[in-house]
Structure formats: C-alpha cells, structure tokens
C-alpha cells in the first residue's frame, strides 16, 4: 500500500492520476418532451413497451409492470427507443431513479421522465458500467440534488445534467472498480431468486398440506385422496384429529408504541423506529429514532414476524436488524406454534384483512382485534405438526437467512460505492500498488 496523492478539482479532490470532463463530453443525453396528441387511451396492453419511471426498481426495469404504446407511436419517436447498455435516469417527480439496460425483451421507448444516456460510439475514456454505478453514488445524488428545480413537481432539465462533471479514472481501473460493485450484486440478486424460489416452494407445501390436506400419511401417501379420515368442522371437513383454531390462538399479536412520546435525549443510545414504511423500504436516513430503553417485547429483531394492520396491511419477515415497533403495527409471536406456521396463515388472510380495511371508507383502513378472533383455521396434533415441520423449517430459514446475507451485502456495497467512487479506497491494480 501506498500513500494516495490527491488534486483539487471542480468536483472536489481526487487522486492525481484521475481527470475530469463533462458528461455531454462522454455520452449522448436523450430525452422525450411530451407525446404529442397521444390519449390516455392509447396506452394499455397492446403495442411497444413504454417505460415510466415507477417502473424502474433497484436499479433495473420491471418489465411487467409496463404500459405500452401503439406501434405508429414508437417509430413516431425512434430516436429514443431503448438498445442494451443503455442507462435511464428519472427527472421528473421522483428524480434520480436510475437504471442499467442488461437486456430487452422486446422493443421498448421512454417516457417523457425520463432521460436516456447513452455512451458515445467513440468514446474511450469511460466504461458504461462504471458510469452506472456513479449515477448510483450519493456524490452524484448531492449533484443532482442541487440542480433540481420545481416546488410542485420537482424537475431535472437536460442543460443542468449535461454540464455535471464525472471524474475519470484510467479505464483498467473504471473496470476493477465495477468488478468490485458488479460480483457484490449479483450475488445479491442471486441470494434474491434464490429466497423467492425457497419461499415459493415453502408455501407450495404449506398449502398441499395444511389446506389440501394432502400430508403425507404413515405410509408416504397424500393423506386425503388415499382416503385419510375427514371429519365435520366449522370450516367443512378436516382430517380426524385435528382441531379448528383463530389467528389469535395461534400467535400473540403484539401492538406497538407511540413512540413519538420516546424520543431519545442528547447522547443516549438510540434505536430506529418501524413504521409501515420502514417495511418496505428498511431502514434509511430519513427513519425515525427512539430512546432503547424500551421494554424488550417492543424491540423487532431479525427474523421477527411484523404485521401492520393499519393504513397498508403487509406481512413480512424483518430482516434489518434492530429497531422498536411503532403503534400501528403488530410484533407476531408464539411459545407453543412455529414461526412459519403463522406467518404463512397471516399471508393467507392478508387478502381477507385489506379487503375489510378498503371497506371503511370514513376512516383510515385498518382490522381489529375480533377480525383475528373470527379468522378461523385448521390445526393438526403436535405430534404431526413437528413431523411434518421439519422439512418446511429448514426451507423458510434458510430463506430468511439468504435475505440478511442480501442485506448484509447491500450495505457492503453502498460503503464502498462513493469511497471508490472518489478514489478514497483505490482497487489495486497488476503491476501496481495503490492506497
């Protein structure tokens, strides 16, 4: 390891041997103004992708969830139509948004949000994944930041980006530094496909077993269609001996605090607060803080069921670390029943529950206690449902594991990305040692 030489540039200080230009220097900047005379009509579900900026997530296009145009309306506008390498960057509402085109399934154009960059056939001086990934990092994100215009729907204009200035490294190290960030997340996206597949496969035998009731009998066979006993029960027929049961009998159903009322003083440890947002999104700087000193049945930990019952009812399984619950939300326990157990019944009301929730109309939608006293199901012997347990556990938990490894990973990534970025963590380099 050597010491770093640093140089003061527009774009603050980077290593010596890095330079500066501006975008537009490097890559070709694209943008749609409007659709002229195009109806809201005219989209729907026949004719050329379009794509919007909702329709970028993580970093790539989700592909089923766009519109489409007609055909007349994508030639009309060939000049922004979408090639593989391309990257998208949003810059209307909400600005920043961004997107690497790895391939396309079929033709597809841009929204009038949306901007499309693409590298200059001759340009030599900059990697195309590499400039991906500085559209990622918060230093160009404090960039845009500064340049956006607009207090009712915020605005990027193409003048403004064309003139932020990218910092360049020698392109073999451009090319070190997206190995670095481009392994991290296909691991990550690996570890993703994987925890669907396990998580689809679990429910898979939960529903064949514990709603179908095909368990495998004493002799390996599908207990119900080889004529297993059923019994009469609230809900139809059950297999003999076992008992119909509530949500509540099931799983303690934990409300959580106000905790607006536990902010935390000056230098006391804290602990982030849960909300329905925090569900979908994790924890992120704009998360609220509460004191820790909390009692410890409000605290969710990894792998922690939480249900939120108000505003949007979600189900999930909390794997960002430690943090308090907030009111308006359930911590979803039991001493005596397994955690998939009830996490995969609370999935399949979940329907039932936002259905009731969309139905109250003068107030924020929300279920109470008596909806899972009156959500009734099917329970066998204990003896049977730790037999049959032990193949749905190991699946769910290894699934659970896999999305902390993801996470873990995920964090990796965002330190190292604006470090790399600036040359404060520099990638060694055959030949050559850098600090």
Same mark, same amino acid.
Do not use: Y
């Given at each position: 390891m050597i010491e770093i030489n640093f140089k003061s540039t527009e774009i603050g200080n980077i290593p010596n041997e890095w330079s500066v230009c501006n975008l537009k220097d490097i890559v070709i900047i694209k943008g749609r103004i409007g659709w002229k005379g195009l109806k809201k009509s005219e989209f729907g579900n026949d004719g050329v992708i379009i794509i919007n900026g909702p329709d970028i997530e993580d970093g790539k296009v989700n592909w089923s969830n766009c519109e489409r145009v007609p055909q007349w309306r994508y030639?009309?506008?060939?000049?922004?139509?979408?090639?593989?390498?391309?990257?998208?960057?949003? @810059?209307?509402?909400?600005?920043?948004?961004?997107?690497?085109? @790895?391939?396309?399934?079929?033709?597809?154009?841009l929204a009038s949000g949306i901007f499309l960059i693409r590298k200059k056939v001759n340009s030599t001086v900059i990697d195309h994944n590499f400039l991906y990934y500085y559209f990622k990092s918060p230093y160009f994100g404090n960039l845009v930041e500064s340049r956006i215009e607009g207090s009712v729907i915020p605005h990027l204009y193409q003048r403004d980006i064309e003139q932020l200035m990218v910092p360049l490294p020698p392109l073999s190290e451009q090319q070190a530094i997206v190995k670095i960030l481009s392994d991290l997340d296909e691991k990550i996206e690996l570890n993703n496909e994987m925890n669907k597949t396990l998580e689809n496969i679990a429910q898979a035998i939960f529903k064949r077993w514990f709603i179908d009731f095909e368990f495998p009998n004493e002799n390996g066979e599908p207990y119900k269609s080889s004529g297993g006993e059923m019994v009469e029960s609230e809900l139809g027929l059950i297999p003999k001996g076992w008992e119909i049961l509530s949500l509540s009998n099931i799983a303690d159903f934990l409300n959580g605090l106000p905790l607006q009322n536990y902010r935390p003083r000056e230098d006391e440890e804290w602990l982030p607060v849960i909300k329905i947002r925090e569900l979908r999104n994790g924890i992120t700087d704009s998360t609220e803080r509460c004191t820790s000193n909390i009692p410890k049945n409000y605290i969710a930990e990894n792998g922690d069921v939480i249900f939120s019952w108000s505003g949007s009812l979600e189900v999930v399984i909390w794997t960002y670390g430690k943090g308090a619950i907030n009111q308006h939300l359930f911590k979803v326990r039991s001493e005596k029943y397994p955690k998939w157990f009830y996490y995969f019944w609370l999935l399949r009301f979940l329907p039932e529950f936002r259905k009731i929730a969309e139905d109250k109309a003068t107030t924020m939608g929300h279920i109470q206690r008596h909806h899972l006293n009156e959500s009734l199901l099917p329970v066998p012997p204990q003896e049977l449902m730790d037999k049959l347990g032990k193949s749905i556990e190991s699946i769910f938990e290894e699934a659970i594991t896999l999305r902390i490894q993801s996470?873990?990973?995920?964090?990796?990534?965002?330190?190292?990305?604006p470090k790399l970025m600036t040359g404060k963590i520099r990638v060694p380099m055959e030949g050559k040692n850098v600090g």
């Open positions: 030639v009309e506008s060939k000049e922004i139509s979408v090639n593989v390498d391309d990257i998208l960057l949003t @810059k209307d509402g909400t600005i920043g948004k961004v997107a690497r085109i @790895k391939f396309l399934p079929e033709p597809a154009t996470l873990t990973l995920s964090n990796i990534r965002d330190l190292l990305l």
